[in-house]
């Protein structure tokens, strides 16, 4: 069964320390990998899309990078308006649903 | 550009009743899909629709009912509604076939809360 694994739950920052996110799938294979932000009652904003290991984007103060069986999202020298909940989902070979992990919300204190 | 736009913003209903959810998708996109958000998890695949039919769907059962209208709009239909069905309802629009068919753009999406 597909399964989508998200670390840590929670993470608090001060502005300017930089940490990363991690996000573990397991999927019948991957087709891609996707990182949303999701502000308090609003519809998730696409982030990224990743589809093989090794590869590499960039906006802003954030960088996701993926393996074959993890993707970390680099949050670099946050802001306060970098507090949100990042979604990681997976979308599997033959498969048009995208997997969801349970997020990590991520607070920055100027 | 229009993103995905949700109709209503909010809904409150009792147990029982049935509910219909609108969508319209992002100009250019011609798939739908609809997911379930209870608060503090992630979205949950309930179905998709693409060509006016239902390509795929997730573990839900058959009260959750939709509907893909010719110009790409959708509705998500449920019946005989449970308290456990509240949550944040999000639709996502997506085009089908190319290189970028994967990314799926989510509307603010309709917070439904049964009594």
């Known amino acids: 069964e597909d399964q989508v694994t998200q670390s840590p739950e929670a993470l608090r920052l001060q502005e300017g320390e930089s940490s990363s996110l991690n996000c573990s799938y397991t999927v019948s294979g991957l087709r891609g990998l996707f990182w949303y932000r999701q502000d308090p009652g609003k519809g998730p904003e696409f982030l990224f899309t990743?589809?093989?290991a090794g590869e590499e984007k960039e906006k802003e103060r954030l960088k996701a990078t993926l393996t074959k069986k993890e993707s970390f999202l680099h949050i670099t020298a946050p802001k306060p308006e970098d507090s949100a909940t990042y979604l990681c989902a997976a979308r599997p070979i033959n498969d048009y649903k995208l997997s969801f992990g349970a997020g990590t919300t991520v607070t920055v204190r100027a | 550009d229009a993103g995905v736009t949700q109709s209503p913003t909010h809904l409150i209903k009792t147990r029982g009743q049935q509910v219909t959810l609108r969508c319209s998708p992002k100009?250019?996109?011609?798939?739908v899909s609809w997911y379930q958000q209870a608060l503090g998890q992630g979205p949950q695949f309930i179905f998709q629709?693409?060509?006016?039919?239902?390509?795929q769907r997730g573990n839900f059962p058959d009260r959750f009912s939709g509907h893909q209208f010719p110009n790409y709009s959708s509705e998500l239909n449920v019946n005989a509604l449970l308290l456990g069905d509240s949550a944040l309802y999000l639709c996502?629009?997506?085009?089908?076939?190319?290189?970028?068919?994967?990314?799926?753009?989510f509307g603010p999406g309709t917070r439904l809360t049964v009594l």
């Open positions: 100009s250019g996109h011609d798939t």
């Open positions: 629709y693409y060509e006016e039919e239902e390509r």
């Open positions: 990743l589809y093989s």
């Open positions: 996502a629009s997506s085009l089908a076939g190319g290189y970028r068919y994967n990314e799926q753009f």
